[in-house]
């Protein structure tokens, strides 16, 4: 081959080098292609401004309450313990053997009614030794007075001298004195064999057995025969902080009892009122230790709903408030520069607004100062609220929603809404 050929063979492209430049520059389109569709896309995917302002402009859907006018109750809430009104430990008070037990346990005893019975033999025996002793001592006495009726007179005739009446006289003063200490034997005796019918003290409920029948018990004995309550009444004992005296020693000097309910641990919020009573004793002194005061109610528990040992939730009312504007507690809020509320306007947009509370608890605040009776505020949807922001008032629960009709008018006329009250 000659140095022509060979320069010829040299300068002419392989057919694998044209092709791996036309796939490059195929790639390279596509990726051209594909830029230039995303910047053709992206101001789509982009969300109008006015549509983003349109929604931070959208009303916010708030419940509402009316701010009323009238005497309110002061409650002041505790926790309590529930305590029998009397608790009496029945003992046997004589040595001897039990005999019977007339009670069940758990049963209503009246007063009065016979618990237990002692062997009263021994009792009986003492009973009837001391009443022939004072017999005895009562025939030796009638025999001295006759004796001194005659001393009286032979001193009286000259017969006998005085030393002798004298003598006489002391000995009838003597056996009178005897007579009379046998008629305390003949009481004391009588006591004790009383003592071996053990009855009620009081009417209550009895509790467990503590002995049986055919035991021998002992006046000394630490444990009794049982323990009865009584139910109806019963007391509740609970506490307040000592800030509260004032108030509490107020109600107690007031012309009728303090009302106090009690209801179970759910409290007064969803809690049952287990039954309604008065406060009867504020204790002497404030408890050091904790800085409070020990309160008693008294509760008639006719459905004996109340049980020894038990714990309660405690609701004293101390005052009432005349013409006092409340809120629902819900509605005040607290900030940096004190509480404040969320009253409607007309034009459905809030306005912040301070107010002073004089007493909240569980059921209603007291406005001292802020709100006027008949004002709407925001219960529900504050934390979404701002000065001035427009609102739209939802249904209560259990309410039913706007009708179609009303909801269409709304659209129609946007500057005077249908408006919702929620109490």
Known sequence: MDIGSRDNLTLAPPPRTRRGRALTWLVTALLLAGIGAAIWLWPASKPAPNAASR??????PVL????????????????????????????PMVDGKLLE????EGQEVRKDQVLARIDPRTYQA???QATAK?????????????????YDKLVQNKYTTGQTADTQKSLV?????????????????????????????????????????GNIVHAADATGLVVLTQLQPISVLFNLPQQDLAQVAAAMKGPTPAPVVAMNEAGPASGKVLDRGTLAVLDNQVDPTTGTIKLKATFPNPGETLWPGGFVRVR????????????????????????????????????????????????????????????????????RLSDGKKVTIAPAAGQPAPPPAAAATDKAAPDKPRRKHAS
């Open 173 to 213: 003063a003597q056996l009178t004195a005897q007579v009379q200490g046998d008629q305390a034997a003949i009481d004391t005796a009588r006591t004790m064999l009383s003592f071996t019918t053990i009855t009620a003290p009081i009417t209550g409920r009895a509790g467990i057995r503590a002995v049986d029948a």
């Open 134 to 150: 004072k017999a005895q001592d009562e025939a030796l006495l009638a025999n001295a007075r006759v004796d001194l009726v005659r």
């Open 316 to 383: 004293v009312q101390v005052a009432i408030v005349h013409d006092a504007v409340t809120v629902p507690p819900a509605a005040v809020q607290r900030g940096p520069s004190g509480d404040y509320v969320y009253i409607v306007k007309p034009d459905n947009t809030v306005s912040r607004q301070a107010v002073t509370v004089g007493h909240q608890d569980a059921d209603a605040t007291i406005l001292s100062a802020g709100v006027q009776p008949g004002q709407e505020v925001v219960t529900d949807g504050a934390s």
């Open 55 to 60: 929604a931070a402009n959208a009303p916010v």
């Open 126 to 128: 003492a009973l009837d």
């Open 64 to 91: 509402v309450s009316t701010a009323v006018q009238g005497d309110v109750p002061i409650w002041l809430d505790a926790l309590g313990t529930v305590q029998a009104f009397n608790t009496v430990t029945i003992k």
């Open 101 to 104: 037990v007339d009670f069940q």
